[in-house]
Structure formats: C-alpha cells, structure tokens
C-alpha cells in the first residue's frame, strides 16, 4: 500500500472518531516515507487530540526539522511547547513542598514563555491568573484572566474568577 492510502484511511478513521486507529495509520504513512514533514505534521495533531503530548511534541519536532520553512508547522510546535510548559507548571504547582513562593515565581517564567510561544493558549493565562492571585498580584491577576476570557469567553467559571480577583484586590485596598 502506498502512503497516500494510508493517509487516507487515517482521515476515515478520524471522521469515525477512532483516532487511534488514525494514529497508526499515519504511523505506516510515516514508516512508508520517513522524511514526509506533512505526514508527521498529521500525526502530531492527531497524537495532540488524544492527548498524547510527548509523541505529538515528536513528531511536530521531526517536521519542522525536515521542513523549517513551513510556518504551519512551526505555529504548531509552539503551541504543543506552550501546552507542555502549562502542563509542567500545573504539575509542579500540585506538588506540596516547603519552597511554594520559588516554585510560584518559577512557574510565572514559564507561564510567560509558555504565552510568548502560543499567545492563544488559554491555559496559561489562566493559571498566570491564578499564581498571580496567590501572590497577592492582582493587577497582574486581573489582566490574565481577562486575556483568558477573551481567548474562552463562554467559560462562566473565568468570569466568576475575575470577579473574584476584582473582589479580593478591592478588599485589600480597602484595609490600607
């Protein structure tokens, strides 16, 4: 079978929402011709959407090495390097340690780069929102969670967020 054909059946399988089987379809795609850089952008997104980020993180790599002209590609891999960067801090902020304020201010950094790489990635700017507002920053709260919400505008829990941070910014001005 030529690669195209297995290409194909990964768009069937992915139409029938088994993206798994799409994934080992573009899995033979890619084995059938390894330095495909539009085959191995495929399958990223489809390793992306079932939330396999280490191997979507492969292969988005592995396109952008065998073409690094193609934006497409490159957007891509920014916006799976900010999900991981989201994703690490989530990881690291869940951790219960003596060090909270270091582990606080680390994961500002990495939320920043994570919003610098994918400036459409919601999720970083709402756990920015939520370190900043455990800092006592709420200036600084207040403008991620309006940024999350312009990315997420149906998200009620971010409205109800930012009145919060807008509550709790006015409480502590009001005790100066």
């Avoid at 799976?80 to 909270?100: F, P, Q, T, Y």
């Avoid at 309006?146 to 009145?163: F, H, T, V, Y």
Wanted: glycine letters at 2%; charged letters at 30%.
């Amino acid at each position: 079978m030529k690669a195209e054909e297995y290409v194909q059946k990964a768009y069937f399988s992915i139409l029938s929402n088994d993206f798994e089987e799409a994934i080992r379809w573009f899995e033979q795609a890619i084995a059938a011709e390894p330095d495909n850089a539009d085959y191995r952008f495929r399958c990223s997104i489809t390793y992306a959407r079932s939330n396999r980020l280490d191997q979507a993180l492969e292969h988005a790599k592995y396109a952008v090495r065998l073409a690094p002209g193609h934006d497409d590609y490159k957007i891509h891999l920014r916006a799976l390097e900010a999900r991981r960067l989201a994703g690490d801090v989530r990881k690291m902020l869940s951790r219960n340690d003596s060090s909270k304020d270091q582990a606080r201010i680390k994961a500002i950094n990495m939320l920043r780069e994570a919003v610098n790489l994918d400036p459409l990635c919601a999720d970083a700017y709402v756990l920015l929102a939520l370190v900043y507002s455990d800092l006592n920053q709420y200036d600084e709260a207040l403008s991620a969670a309006a940024e999350a919400i312009a990315l997420l505008p149906q998200e009620e829990q971010l409205i109800q967020l930012q009145r919060d941070l807008l509550k709790r910014k006015n409480d502590k001005g009001s005790k100066k």
